[in-house]
């Protein structure tokens, strides 16, 4: 079945550094969300794009809808450590017979 | 966004039984869909539960085992029937609500299997 691409799968930063991370997939979405899930938690929605090319911000995250309308990427600025959990972006489109797809995950872990 | 409430939140169950998750939202919505998230896994869709009507069930999943009910717009259950280890995973329950697309879910069912 079809899938997204998410890398990368975890990553070890320190607090205050940037974090970007991404997805991609071979067919075309017209809506992309991002998800942060905090351990024993489900999933919250962060950022929700709709169009090719769009650039949303949330704080200190920001997430862009590729142009191509098969790749997303979102970027934490200076992280803390309650950045800490699992983000996973998801897709939907057309070929996918309207239903939500979501990617791997990435785990995040932050340094104090 | 909603507010989205999952009973049991963690349960340990022996092999062979059954075990019923509720899912109560704070509004009415018209699509409900329950996930299945293995250990250090992404999410699966179980099913869609449609009000009035069966739930669609996802390639992999079948009825008789995952028995589902919707009797209004607010409320859902999901059965893991005749549980296996292999059942053990996270249940979670979501709707579908604001512009196009958005997924909101409950905080989840943790079940472990023995």
């Known amino acids: 079945g079809q899938q997204l691409n998410q890398s990368p799968q975890s990553m070890f930063i320190q607090e205050g550094e940037d974090v970007s991370m991404n997805c991609t997939s071979s067919s075309i979405f017209n809506t992309w969300l991002w998800y942060k899930q905090d351990p024993g938690e489900g999933p919250v929605l962060l950022i929700a794009?709709?169009?090719?090319?769009e650039l949303t911000s949330n704080g200190r995250l920001t997430a862009q809808f590729g142009i191509t309308r098969k790749d997303s990427f979102l970027n934490i600025s200076a992280s803390i450590p309650s950045d800490v959990g699992i983000y996973f972006c998801?897709?939907?489109?057309?070929?996918?017979?309207?239903?939500?797809?979501f990617g791997q995950g990435t785990e995040l872990s932050v340094k104090p | 966004s909603a507010v989205i409430s999952q009973k049991p939140s963690r349960d340990i169950c022996q092999r062979g039984t059954s075990l019923t998750i509720q899912c109560q939202v704070d509004?009415?919505?018209?699509?409900m869909f329950w996930y299945r998230q293995q250990p250090g896994q992404s999410l699966t869709l179980i099913a869609t539960a449609n009000q009035g009507s069966e739930a669609t069930y996802e390639s992999g999943f079948v009825i008789d085992k995952f028995p589902i009910s919707r009797p209004n717009l607010t409320f859902s259950t999901l059965t893991v029937s005749n549980m296996s280890p292999e059942d053990s995973s996270i249940y979670l329950c979501s709707v579908e609500k604001g512009v196009t697309g958005e997924l909101f879910f409950g905080e989840g069912s943790r079940l472990t299997v023995l």
């Open positions: 794009l709709y169009k090719a090319g």
């Open positions: 998801a897709g939907l489109g057309v070929s996918q017979g309207g239903k939500l797809i």
């Open positions: 509004s009415q919505v018209t699509m």
